[in-house]
């Protein structure tokens, strides 16, 4: 779940999915903190 590219992609599908606008801004800042957020949720459970 490190992969930035596949995170990414994967928002992408999901927006494409519902007719959302891709927004690259929101994408990078989701991808910067939920995979850090899940890793430490991870980690300290």
Request: glycine content about 4%.
């Amino acid at each position: 779940y490190h992969s930035e590219s596949g995170w990414q992609t994967l928002i992408e599908i999901i927006f494409e999915h519902y007719g959302l606008e891709v927004d690259q801004a929101a994408i990078t800042i989701f991808v910067s903190f939920v995979p850090v957020v899940i890793d430490a949720c991870v980690k300290l459970w």
